[in-house]
C-alpha cells in the first residue's frame, strides 16, 4: 500500500521539477536519497515512477540492494573511502562523490579488474568548507586532466553540497558558480572531457539550483519526511 503522503510528495516534486525544468530549458534527473528509508517505501516510490536513487553509506547500500526494485538506477552520493571501492564498483552506475585523484585510482583499478567503465562525477567544494570533502574549485582544471587519464572510469559531470544558506541569493551564487565551471569544461571537452552531469540541489534548493543549471537534483527529506538519526 503506497501512503499518501508519499503519493503528494513525489507528485508535487515532480511537477517543481518539470516546470523548473521547463523554465532551464533542461532535462532533469529526479535521483531521490534514500539514505534511512527502508526498501518498502523506496519501492513504493518506484512504483509511483521514480527511477534513480543514490545511497550515501556503503553499508546501507549493500543491505538494503537486493530488495530494491531493479527497475530503478542506482547511483552512490555519499563519501566514499578507498577501501569500500570494490563494494561499489560494478553496483552502482555512477558515483558522484570523487573527491580525489587517489580515489579515482581505485576506482579505475577495479573497474579494470572487472572489466567495466565506471561513471563517476568529480565532487567540488565550491563553498571552500573545511568540514566537507571535494576538490577545491580551483584545483578542478588540474586533477580532471590527472583523473581523466585513466581507463576504466568515464567523466560525466560535477557534484557539489553547497554551504548551509539562509539566503536564496546566496545559495544560487554556488550553483550558478557551478554552472560555469561545468559549461566551461563542457562546451571545450577539456582534456577531451565529455561531461553531461551536473548533480546539486537538495530538498531545500532543488528548484534554485535546476534554475541555475542543474540537471540531477538530490532529494531525500522532501519526499520521504524526516530522517530519524
Ligand atoms: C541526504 C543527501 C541528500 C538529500 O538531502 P535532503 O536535504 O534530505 O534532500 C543529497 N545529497 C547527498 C549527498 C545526501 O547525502
Not at 530488495?67 to 558515483?95: M, Y
Not at 574549485?137 to 553547497?162: A, H, Q, R, S
Not at 548551509?164 to 563542457?186: D, P
Request: some cysteine.
Amino acid at each position: 500500500m503506497t501512503e499518501n503522503w508519499l503519493i503528494d510528495n513525489y507528485k508535487r516534486i515532480s511537477e517543481n521539477i518539470n516546470i523548473a525544468a521547463e523554465k532551464a530549458g533542461n532535462e532533469v534527473t529526479f535521483l531521490a536519497a534514500t539514505k534511512t528509508v527502508p526498501p518498502e517505501i523506496i519501492n513504493n516510490a518506484i512504483d509511483l515512477g521514480l527511477r534513480y536513487i543514490g545511497e550515501n553509506r556503503v553499508q546501507e547500500f549493500l543491505s538494503k540492494n537486493d530488495k530494491i526494485n531493479p527497475a530503478a538506477h542506482r547511483h552512490f552520493i555519499g563519501h566514499l573511502q578507498t577501501n569500500k571501492v570494490k563494494d561499489i564498483v560494478g553496483k552502482a552506475e555512477l558515483i558522484h562523490s570523487v573527491d580525489s585523484v587517489h580515489l579515482a585510482k581505485e576506482i579505475s583499478k577495479k573497474s579494470k579488474n572487472l572489466n567495466i567503465v565506471t561513471n563517476i562525477l568529480l565532487e567540488v567544494n565550491i563553498g571552500k568548507e573545511e568540514s566537507k570533502s571535494g576538490i577545491a574549485e580551483e584545483e578542478v582544471y588540474k586533477k580532471l586532466e590527472e583523473i581523466i587519464k585513466f581507463d576504466g572510469i568515464n567523466v560525466k559531470g560535477l557534484m557539489t553540497i553547497p554551504p548551509i544558506c539562509s539566503e536564496k541569493a546566496e545559495i544560487r551564487k554556488y550553483f550558478s558558480k557551478m554552472y560555469k565551471l561545468f559549461i566551461e569544461i563542457k562546451n571545450n571537452k577539456l582534456y577531451n572531457s565529455n561531461m553531461v552531469y551536473l548533480s546539486m540541489g537538495m530538498s531545500g534548493d532543488y528548484i534554485e539550483a535546476i534554475e541555475e543549471g542543474a540537471n540531477i537534483v538530490r532529494i531525500g527529506t522532501a519526499l520521504f519526511g524526516k530522517r530519524n538519526y
